[in-house]
């Protein structure tokens, strides 16, 4: 079956950034729509963001439009996630996750077929 692996995560101060990477192995996603979703401590994990497998299509969440920025490359079977003007509540486990079948839009963890194992970011004040 396909892995998703993450990185890019770490430590950075509050109005930092970071870029998250997301690489797939097993097979090529090129046609599946990918996107986050990341986890708080006690909190449940909650969407941020997708784009379609063509890449002319980006979905964020409320809390991050504007300051996070989702892309792909297909050749390189890999997705992104540029996160800048970080803020302490972005603080998670963040995950990558690729859809459960081709034409089907990420929206829900239900919409999920692969995930990451995910990998930490830390905002500090």
């Known amino acids: 079956q396909a892995q998703l692996v993450e990185s890019g995560g770490g430590l950075v101060q509050a109005g930092g950034s970071l870029r998250l990477s997301c690489a797939a192995s097993?097979?090529?996603?090129?046609?599946?729509?990918m996107g986050w979703f990341r986890q708080a401590p006690g909190k449940e994990r909650e969407f941020v963001a997708a784009?379609?497998?063509?890449?002319?299509?980006?979905v964020y969440a409320d809390s991050v439009k504007g300051r996070f920025t989702i892309s792909r490359d297909n050749a390189k079977n890999t997705v992104y996630l540029q996160m800048d003007s970080l803020k302490p509540e972005d603080t998670a486990v963040y995950y990558c996750?690729?859809?459960?079948?081709?034409?089907?839009?990420?929206?829900?963890?239900?919409?999920?077929?692969?995930w990451g194992q995910g990998t930490q970011v830390t905002v500090s004040s």
């Open positions: 996750a690729a859809a459960r079948a081709l034409g089907l839009r990420i929206g829900t963890e239900a919409d999920v077929g692969s």
């Open positions: 784009i379609y497998w063509s890449g002319r299509n980006t």
């Open positions: 097993g097979r090529t996603f090129g046609h599946y729509d």
